[in-house]
């Protein structure tokens, strides 16, 4: 056999020198994935602070806006309470919803979806906005399904109540209908609404945090619903998508996986 013993041979030197290089690295790692979790517990303690924080003083601002709302005022007087409240309420939901994005892009809340039937799920969404549609002369139609999808029942009925939400709120009459069609491999929930639609050049805009067309600047609203209803839907592996025509309504299709 010819040739040298250290040409056919591994370099200690340079064994130990990746050795060494690999325990650097995994070592590293550990740190990081330390300060990781870390940083989540400080952000999970700062989330809960907001909450506990904020929640007992706009409860109380929403009560004695409500217990003056029964007094005798003068009409100006009263329409400065109702302005309060419904100030109020909107900051409710705007810390609410800021919560529940936080602690889901955090990873301090995880989604759980299992296979289930869609009609409970759907029946608990319109039953929870009925009145609300009522209120305003709005009906809402949900077509019997027996279909099923995998999803996690409490946040999707969170994405799902705030499109119902969304289609209540910028439809002055008529009808928001539920319906529910099978693929292969997805399932889709169409909520529909004879509202007043959103133009072809925001239809992408309107799952961006914050976002508020100029048609609607009127109307209440914070735009976060959208948003937080798209990360949960993204969470279960699905997607939401969105066709419209401007004053005759919009339907948004919600894609769940089997």
């Known amino acids: 056999m010819t040739g040298s013993f250290s040409e056919i041979t591994f370099d200690e030197s340079q064994l130990s020198a990746l050795e060494t290089k690999f325990a650097h690295y995994l070592s590293a790692a550990e740190a990081s994935s330390r300060n990781m979790a870390q940083e989540k517990e400080k952000i999970k303690s700062l989330i809960a602070d907001i909450s506990h924080q904020t ?20 009409a100006s007087a009263k329409e400065n ?14 810390i609410d919803s800021l919560v529940k994005l936080s602690r889901l892009e955090n990873g301090i809340i995880s989604l759980s979806p299992q296979q289930a039937s869609l009609q409970p799920l759907l029946e608990s969404v319109v ?46 009459h008529g009808t928001i209908t539920i319906s529910t069609v099978s693929y292969e491999m997805f399932t889709r929930i169409d909520i529909s609404d004879t509202g007043s639609g959103i133009p072809e050049n925001e239809q992408a805009k309107i799952f961006s945090r914050f976002y508020r067309s100029n048609a609607v600047q009127e109307q209440e609203g914070v735009g ?7 990360q949960i839907i993204s969470g279960e592996g699905g997607y939401i998508k969105v066709a419209s025509v401007p004053g005759k309504g919009s339907t948004f299709s919600i894609f769940l996986p089997k």
């Not at 929640?55 to 003068?74: F, Q, V």
């Not at 309470?81 to 705007?94: D, N, T, W």
């Not at 976060?224 to 798209?230: E, K, Q």
Request: glycine share 4%; proline share 2%; aromatic share 12%.
């Open 224 to 230: 976060i619903g959208l948003y937080l209803a798209r």
């Open 127 to 172: 039953e929870q906005y009925a009145a609300k549609a009522s209120g305003k002369g709005l009906s809402i139609y949900l077509y019997d399904t027996d279909i099923s999808a995998t999803f996690d029942f409490k946040w999707t009925a969170e994405a799902l109540a705030n499109i119902v939400d969304n289609a209540i709120k910028y439809t002055e």
């Open 55 to 74: 929640k007992t003083p706009i409860a109380n601002l929403l009560l004695y806006s409500e217990l003056l709302m029964e007094e005798t005022l003068p």
């Open 81 to 94: 309470v109702e302005a309060l409240y419904k100030q109020s309420e909107k900051l409710r939901f705007l």
